[in-house]
């Protein structure tokens, strides 16, 4: 990713009003805090387990858990296969340095942090006709819809690293059936609570076919010896008091009334826009007719008082049409006609700007209209 992409980002958390619709943070309403409080507060005082060394694989309750919920779904996984990682990302990781020059193609724009992830680790990330295919299952990142053809992917023989990060938030409460159901052979299947319910916990999962368990676990090991104890000892008794399937049918519900109304302001104030309505998930894509360098009118946003995730950061390669991914997740709805009608001056900003060069950033210089 563009380093200047962090650095905006960090200068928009200092600069008081600015509305920021990057990140793709779940919403802060939905974290259940008191329920985690106490389940930390137990399991610590409850056993040194909590704050001791564990096993690499992860707790067994953990992933009987996952077992158990992809059995719902049409699955059958043996727990022993089942890797406890720290949230998807190291998921990702783990596989990027399984398959070091490896062609790993992941479409047209992607999971900024899965091309970082597998260019890290030594791949080498296409958009297409690679020797492995990635997709986002059920609900894209970050187009907000289900992109996959299921039929075409398991007709390819090809290994396929399928990542479930949002499959259960589709708006519908529609979840596919996993891939890892079909081709279970080839399959890297990757999942996490970090958007269903915190990403601070840091747990995810990866399900390696089963001939490369062993290698992948050993990759984990050498990583970071094993997932931190108190969290999943904490998750484990959070899931024991709670029911699962009710907080993602109250967080589809929640998703679903704030994508209506981002959707509808960005689309009253950029109606030259091609705007993807999303099925499910925490984000908005957006694509314009424009072209230039996107990380110059993300400048330009923030002197105007509003913020996005850029579109060349899911991109694998350069592409200087603009486009950009709207999160409309951890936002106030009343904020949505404000920050829209602020991207619409930021663009009018832009493309007065002489060769759409970076305008000079200073948050000392910032004054924010609505």
């Excluded at 099925?279 to 694509?287: A, D, N, Q, Y």
């Excluded at 970076?358 to 910032?366: D, E, K, L, Y």
């Amino acid at each position: 990713m563009d380093p200047r992409i962090s650095d905006l980002a960090e200068q928009a958390q200092r600069l008081p009003g600015v509305i920021r619709l990057g990140g793709g943070l779940p919403a802060n309403e939905l974290l259940p805090r008191q329920e985690l409080a106490r389940a930390l507060a137990d399991v610590t005082a409850a056993s040194p387990d909590a704050l001791q060394y564990g096993e690499a694989r992860g707790i067994a309750a953990i992933r009987s858990w996952i077992v158990r919920r992809l059995a719902a779904r049409g699955a059958v996984v043996h727990p022993a296969h089942v890797i406890v990682t720290a949230g998807a990302q190291q998921a990702l990781s783990i596989i990027g340095s399984m398959h070091q020059g490896w062609r790993i193609d992941v479409g047209d724009a992607t999971y900024a942090s899965a091309i970082d992830a597998f260019r890290q680790a030594g791949s080498n990330v296409v958009p297409v006709h690679g020797d492995v295919h990635y997709v986002i299952a059920g609900v894209s990142n970050p187009h907000g819809i289900d992109r996959v053809d299921r039929a075409a992917l398991l007709a390819t023989g090809d290994p396929l690293i399928v990542d479930e990060a949002y499959a259960e938030l589709r708006f519908d409460g529609r979840v596919p059936v996993p891939l890892i159901a079909d081709a279970r052979d080839r399959v890297w299947h990757v999942g996490t609570i970090s958007k269903t319910v915190c990403p601070g916990l840091r747990i995810g999962w990866l399900i390696p076919p089963p001939g490369a368990v062993t290698a992948a676990l050993q990759r984990k090991q050498a990583m970071d010896l094993q997932t931190a104890s108190v969290s999943q000892l904490a998750f484990a008794r959070f899931l024991a008091s709670f029911d699962y399937d009710a907080i993602l049918e109250r967080a589809r519900g929640f998703y679903a009334d704030r994508a209506a109304r981002c959707l509808a302001a960005l689309r009253k104030h950029l109606p030259g826009a091609e705007i993807t309505e999303p099925e499910g998930g925490l984000s908005i894509w957006v694509e314009t007719d424009d072209r230039g360098d996107d990380i110059s009118l993300l400048e330009t946003a923030m002197a105007c008082g509003v913020t996005f995730d850029p579109g060349s950061s899911f991109r694998p390669v350069h592409h200087d049409r603009i486009a950009f991914r709207v999160s409309f997740s951890n936002v106030q709805p009343e904020l949505f006609d404000t920050a829209a009608r602020r991207l619409s001056r930021a663009f009018e900003n832009w493309r007065r700007l002489p060769r759409r060069e970076h305008p000079p950033v200073s948050a000392g210089a910032h004054r924010i209209a609505s």
